[in-house]
């Protein structure tokens, strides 16, 4: 029944959306369908006269300051961007959506056609403050096809698992189909096309900061170190079974290729038709001119580092009522949690003159001390630039998680999905009104107080009883 106690049909084996309006597959010449790796998950498809690029990241960081390209890219990848017919943007995360690389494209070509799928949180949610000027985004439903020209199109399909920001995308030439699944951690729902051409995943995992942004109890680097290697041995059967299942003529993963850092002209390129033909012919990968230079080296950090290190001191910080502003501005209360922030400087000491409270999610209070009831508890410490820069911009704490910003603790050792999903995925759309803040000033009352001296150390204690036992 529905909302008016009207009757809903629910087709519970539906047909396959691309299985719509079936083509026959054609023969294609060589050199007619080309896949050249640019860097990381960007990849530039020559379809025929048309060409296509997913997810370019190509410039800058990922995640504010956490993420760094480990190859280095084309030497001419603006001019591939320009020429591109179309641009595909799996989803928001920076290592997919690259406002760097997005505002050099825009500088030459803003009118570039860019797809999207139609995702709960748009994909382009921030593209206003970012100052980023494109003019041509295309936010498309899942699952109908999208022509381009009477030889290709293309369809976005949601992720089962996170269907309010990933997707991934089939494209069809000729009759001939290509799969990239992206991040997705069941792309469809588990329901994908059979023996396509060409599947393309990554085989990171997808993005995320645990474990090694945790510490405390079991969270030693010697238990860290083997549930890494449990978790990619999950992770390796998983793409094998799904390769299996689906059996793809080829299968590339790509989309792990990053480095932590702070402080050539040509890439592999796939004939698919020579491929298809004869899976053992060399010349059906055309590897790169002997002396590219295939690994980056160096990495221009001046230019981000400046946006984040400006928000230190930025004037909302002057006011401690910053902070009862910006979780009221968050909008996430009525959960029994409490959480300690932490202002830390780049080795996670506390930063001196920052900020150190609590916050209690049950009331949205910010207590000086932990209060006596029965109540979970997380401690967060974060690089005061960073953390900084989040909040003044109303941004997702993805930069502060899967960009390794943070050092977390837990007690219990238990995951706060409604937490972490709100403040990863949930917040409002529009930044906080700090003008507003400021011209109120002081009357946001006596501000927010610091934690106590004598509960400072309180987890701390805690854990290591906990360690001992």
Known sequence: MDENNGLLLLELNPPNPWDSEPRSPEDLTFGEVQVTYLTHACMDLKLGDKRMVFDPWLMGPAFARGWWLLHEPPSDWLERLCQADLVYVSHMHSDHLSYPTLEKLAGKRPDIPIYVGNTERPVFWNLKQSGVKLTNINVVPFGIWQQVDKNLRFMILMDGVHPEMDTCIIVEYKGHKILNTVDCTRPNGGRL????????????????????TFNGGKFTEEWKAQFIKTERKKLLNYKAR???????????????????????????????????????????????????????????????????????????????????????????????????????????????????????????????????????????RSRVDVIRHVVKNGLLWDDLYIGFQTRLQRDPDIYHHLFWNHFQIKLPLTPPNWRSFLMRGEQNGPGIPQVSELNRNKFSVENQKQQEI
């Not at 096309?193 to 090694?212: I, N, Q, R, T, W």
Request: charged share 30%.
């Open 242 to 380: 799904l390769v299996k299942d689906l059996q793809p003529r080829i299968y590339c993963p790509f989309a792990g290729y990053f480095v932590e850092s702070h402080p050539s002209d040509k890439y592999a390129t796939l004939d698919l038709a020579r491929m298809l033909k004869d899976p053992t012919d060399s010349k059906g990968i055309i590897e790169p001119p002997q002396g590219t230079k295939i690994y980056k080296d160096s990495w221009d950090f001046e230019p981000y580092l400046k946006v984040l290190n400006a928000a230190v001191e930025d004037e909302i910080f002057l006011h401690s009522s910053w902070i009862k502003e910006y979780f009221t501005w968050a909008g996430f209360k009525d959960y029994n949690l409490v959480v300690r922030m932490i202002e830390t400087d780049d080795d996670f000491s506390p930063f001196p003159g920052g900020y150190d409270y609590l916050v209690d999610f049950l009331d949205l209070s910010f207590p000086k001390e932990r209060p006596r009831r029965e109540h979970p508890y997380e401690e967060i």
């Open 193 to 212: 096309p059979e023996k396509v051409d060409l599947m393309m995943s990554d085989f990171a995992g997808g993005a995320s900061g645990f474990p090694m």
